[in-house]
């Protein structure tokens, strides 16, 4: 499998992940589209290590699943907490900062 | 006791200070106690600097206590010093003790008021402006309370300052003393180059040995100073301040007229009368400008409908008699009329507060009528504040002091039958106003019930003032009515011996007795006439009233003599229309422009923060297509 394939297969993970985060406005899907940004750095990382044959790609990879885990479970309780206060999960209705 | 001389001007200045930083958690039992005390105390201290100095006349005519150099530049080093002379006595005595009464009025007065706290603080600043004032040693410390009287008279003119109204009246009270107060300043400037100092005893002995009289910088300093007593005074042109500075609360009207602010330029000539007597020619003006202010001010009296503006422009009127005093030489004289009005236009001002409180804030005289019946305290105190206005003769201290000045005037060198036709003609209005005043507040069928009845912190001040105002003027008394001389003789340790009237003996005693028999039936004459035309036979009022002549005169006095009219349209508009003209010039639209494109640019810049973390996102996803765009293509 030529490196070109699954690096190309790591941009549409990423772009449709940045696309689900930009276009959806429910915090669950904005969570998972970042973890489908994530997974495809993580298949960049593994193909690229195993085209050079090294085994950073590896650990790069088990680095990214341990910040996944982190960011799931704090995004999930910001979540939580955001739908207690505002009673919804629309990014949206977040805009206290607004300038 | 030299030591107590700054207290005077200190215990008032602390009250204001307390009141001005801790007034709000005061309470308005602990506001009265400070603000009403601290003048009290300062009579007090005043009362005994006074004796004190009676008892054991100090050499060299004065007490002098320095606290510290105020700065020292140029060789001009003003220190924080206080002189008491005899006309600084009478002077701190009558701003103190009528200060005090005025204060102990105001606690009735304000009960219900929000800014209870604000006016005690501002009414104690002005008292101690005052103080300052006159008691200064040098002519810079004297500006310093110059300016501080223009100040408060500003704050509490507007110090109910939610009616617009109010506020322009503030500002105009501040903006034409202002006229004055520069010319005073340039004439201090002219003093100090010409002369080398500014300690006022120090300034007048060098002036005296510097200039011959008639000389021309003496004849430029005095009327540089005469230029700011005007605007302070009230006097022609700068007069028309004052009938505006009625929007403020009435004790207010009473401490600017009767013991501070106006009387502050009497107190100037009288202060530089060494000045003074090197110019001939600038006496001769303070005469005329006072002669002419009592008679314009006089007829204005006689048609206002406000209550308080009849008074305002008798103020005006009787300052203008102290004027006409100063402007013959008359010391004395003057500093006795200023005393009597202090005590009988408090005295007015107050019983015509105690009217407008009695009647829910009325101040229509159409309005009011007779009130003889439900105020009686009221009543008497204010017929005998009236009586003394009108000078009627032997029972009233404003004979006294009357007489003394047209006395003077009749004995002037130059222009004196006038002055004293003046005066004369002054006097007959001055009985007709104050009695109009009396026979429609007082007399007459009721027209407005009585909400509120004065209890004895009203009743105190009106009936302690209505005895000031009738035995006031036994400290002076004509040769023919028993000559007692004991004010001229006391103030000869300030003017020498030519300031008392008892001096100016011309026409001898049968002149004399005819004068004052003249002006007797004149002020009687004016009481009558006043009785006639107001009381017993309104209709040939009305008479005149349908004239076409009569109502455009009666419109013309009411106005003022069209000075306001008059400024209007040669200062005030076409500075106006300046003002519109140059506003789209090309400075400012430079500086409109730039404010304009930076306000466009923070609007762009403001609308990119909208809060919302998606937007940021892209703005991140973007950024970062960008820098790899960059590094790729480049």
Avoid at chain 2, 127 to 134: A, D, E, G, N, W
Avoid at chain 2, 394 to 401: A, P
Wanted: proline fraction near 3%; aromatic fraction near 10%; charge should be positive.
């Amino acid at each position: 499998m030529p490196l070109e394939h699954a690096l190309l297969l790591a941009g549409a993970l990423f772009a449709i992940g940045l696309a689900g985060v930009l276009a959806r406005r429910n915090l669950f899907f904005i969570l998972m589209s970042i973890e489908i940004m994530l997974n495809a750095a993580g298949l960049a990382f593994v193909t690229a290590g195993a085209h050079w044959g090294g085994p950073d790609g590896q650990v790069m990879f088990i680095f990214i699943l341990a910040v996944a885990a982190a960011e799931v479970a704090v995004g999930l309780a910001l979540l939580l907490r955001f739908y207690h206060a505002r009673r919804t999960v629309d990014a949206d209705a977040a805009d206290r900062l607004r300038g | 006791m030299q030591a107590l001389l700054a207290l005077i001007p200190a215990l008032p200045l602390a009250g204001f200070l307390i009141l001005a930083l801790f007034g709000g958690r005061l309470g308005r039992r602990g506001v009265s106690i400070v603000g009403v005390g601290s003048v009290g105390a300062s009579a007090l201290v005043a009362i005994l600097a006074a004796i004190g100095f009676l008892t054991a006349p100090p050499a060299g005519g004065a007490l002098t206590q320095r606290l510290w150099t105020w700065w020292s530049v140029g060789g001009l080093a003003p220190g924080i010093a206080f002189t008491l002379d005899p006309l600084a006595i009478v002077f701190t005595l009558v701003v103190t003790v009528v200060g005090f009464l005025i204060h102990l009025y105001s606690i009735e007065y304000l009960a219900g008021d929000d800014g209870y706290a604000r006016f005690f603080a501002c009414m104690n600043l002005f008292v101690s402006s005052m103080l300052i004032l006159v008691l200064a040693d040098n002519l810079p410390l004297l500006y310093l309370g110059w300016e501080g009287v223009g100040l408060c008279s500003y704050l509490l003119i507007g110090f109910w300052y939610r009616d617009p109204a109010n506020g322009r009246a503030a500002r105009k009270a501040f903006l034409v003393t202002r006229i004055g107060d520069t010319a005073m300043a340039i004439g201090l400037f002219l003093l100090f180059r010409h002369l080398g100092t500014l300690q006022i005893a120090e300034v007048m002995n060098r002036a005296t040995t510097a200039w011959p009289v008639g000389a021309p910088l003496a004849t430029a300093a005095a009327l540089l100073l005469l230029g700011g007593a005007i605007g302070k005074s009230a006097q022609l042109p700068l007069q028309t301040w004052l009938p505006d500075a009625m929007a403020g609360p009435t004790p207010v009207s009473a401490l600017i007229h009767a013991a501070t602010m106006v009387t502050a330029g009497v107190y100037l000539i009288a202060r530089t009368h060494a000045l003074f007597l090197l110019s001939p020619a600038a006496m001769t003006v303070v005469a005329l400008v006072g002669a002419l202010t009592l008679l314009l001010a006089g007829c204005s009296a006689l048609v206002q409908t406000d209550i308080k503006r009849v008074l305002a422009y008798s103020t005006i009127s009787q300052i203008g008699y102290m004027f006409l005093a100063l402007g013959v030489g008359a010391w004395s004289a003057a500093i006795l009329h200023f005393m009597t009005h202090a005590f009988f236009k408090a005295l007015l001002f107050l019983g015509a507060g105690a009217v407008i409180l009695a009647l829910h804030h009325e101040q229509e005289i159409a309005r009011m009528g007779g009130l003889r019946r439900s105020l009686p305290v009221v009543f008497w105190t204010f017929l005998i504040g009236g009586a003394s206005l009108a000078a009627l003769p032997l029972v009233t201290s404003g004979f006294y002091s009357k007489d003394a000045i047209l006395w003077a005037a009749w004995n002037a060198p130059h222009g004196g039958r006038v002055l004293w036709a003046a005066g004369l003609a002054g006097a007959l209005l001055t009985a007709l106003y104050t009695f109009r005043l009396i026979f429609r507040v007082f007399f007459g069928e009721e027209r407005t019930t009585v909400t509120h009845r004065p209890t004895w912190v009203i009743a105190l001040p009106l009936v302690v003032l209505a005895g000031l105002a009738t035995i006031g003027g036994f400290v002076e008394t004509p040769h023919t009515l028993g000559g007692v001389t004991l004010f001229s003789r006391f103030l000869q340790g300030t003017f020498g011996v030519a300031g008392g009237h008892a001096e100016a003996v011309g026409a001898g005693h049968g002149a004399e007795l005819a004068l004052q028999i003249l002006a007797a039936i004149v002020s009687l004459g004016g009481v009558w006439l006043a009785y006639r035309l107001f009381l017993r036979r309104p209709e040939t009022l009305a008479r005149w009233r349908g004239a076409r002549a009569g109502a455009a005169l009666r419109r013309f006095w009411l106005g003022g003599w069209g000075f306001d009219e008059l400024y209007d349209r040669v200062l005030v508009r076409p500075f106006e229309w300046t003002a519109r003209v140059s506003r789209g010039d090309f400075i400012d639209s430079f500086y409109t422009g730039l404010a304009r494109t930076l306000g466009g640019l923070h609007g762009a810049l403001a609308a990119t923060q909208n809060g919302r973390v998606r937007f940021y996102v892209a703005g991140i996803a973007i950024g970062a297509i960008l820098a790899i765009a960059i590094m790729v293509f480049t």
